[in-house]
């Protein structure tokens, strides 16, 4: 639940004052890390290195696979923010927790979200392994990050979401994609709220319904970016197929399996728009 409009307030100046006091506010680009993807960080020249649990309000990734921590440093020598481990909202966590870090950073002065995540694929074109950046999203995770008080400072109550994925950055990644002979699909990912894997009743619904991807974070996270207007940019790698007439078993080790085989690609791509926003 959003908490009433002061404490949400404090929340946020808390979180913010914490990270200035820490690391600055030089960043001007937050780059939010999916499960199994956290190799960018490794390019961050890091200068500082802050565990979450040290952070006021910041909650703690449950998931093994996440780290836990934000870094502040340069990477390819644009001042960047980065957060390695994301908070779900399977972990029990509100829409309102798992955003807390993006209005952080929002008030701190970034200006552009970079956002990688691991998602199952509907789209009979794409394979294990496809990189596709996000041009758009549905979402069913049947919670939204804004109910409660709207905080006039953030934005507006009634957000526009006609182009929530950036246009320019979109265009960065397509041209640094083809100059690195990437492959790289475009698409509309469709957010649920998990655990689980679909059933194949669920992902032949979630394609008719328009998604060429499924995955259980990111949305919220853009939702809040866009209500501080944001620059946000998305990136899905397939770490499964979800075909429903061929679908196969899949394990959280195939998952990290195929985020890992597709990381490299991933990772220059990002640092591609990276540098371009230096
Ligand atoms: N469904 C939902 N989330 C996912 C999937 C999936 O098939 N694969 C990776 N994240």
Not at 55 to 68: C, K
Not at 144 to 159: A, H, K, Q, S, T
Not at 235 to 261: H, K, N, R
Request: glycine residues 10%; proline residues 6%; charged residues 20%.
């Amino acid at each position: 639940m959003t908490p009433d409009i002061d404490t949400a307030r404090a929340q946020v100046t808390e979180a913010a004052d914490a990270l200035r006091s820490r690391i600055g506010d030089a960043a001007r680009v937050g780059i939010i890390l999916g499960t199994g993807l956290g190799a960018l960080a490794d390019e961050i020249d890091v200068r500082e290195s802050v565990p979450y649990g040290e952070i006021p309000g910041f909650p703690l990734s449950t998931v093994e696979s996440h780290h836990g921590r934000l870094l502040a440093g340069t990477l390819r020598g644009v001042e960047v923010l980065a957060m390695q481990g994301r908070f779900h909202l399977y972990e029990g966590y509100s829409a309102w927790e798992v955003t807390l870090p993006v209005r952080a950073m929002a008030t701190l002065g970034v200006e552009a979200l970079l956002i990688s995540n691991a998602a199952g694929g509907m789209n009979p074109l794409y394979r294990r392994g496809d990189l596709m950046l996000t041009t758009d999203h549905i979402n069913l995770q049947g919670a939204n990050p804004l109910i409660g008080p709207n905080v006039d400072e953030w934005g507006p109550r009634f957000p526009d979401m006609s182009a929530p994925y950036d246009r320019a950055l979109r265009d960065q990644a397509e041209a640094a994609a083809l100059d690195r002979g990437i492959r790289l699909q475009q698409g509309v990912y469709v957010a649920v709220v998990g655990p689980n894997l679909e059933t194949r009743a669920e992902y032949r619904f979630l394609r008719m319904i328009g998604a060429d991807v499924v995955g259980m974070s990111t949305v919220p996270e853009v939702i809040v970016a866009r209500h501080h207007g944001l620059r946000c940019l998305a990136f899905s790698v397939v770490t499964d197929e979800c075909f429903p007439d061929a679908l196969e078993p899949v394990s959280i080790e195939d998952v990290l399996a195929a985020a890992g085989e597709a990381e490299p690609k991933l990772t220059m791509l990002m640092g591609d728009v990276v540098a371009s926003l230096g």
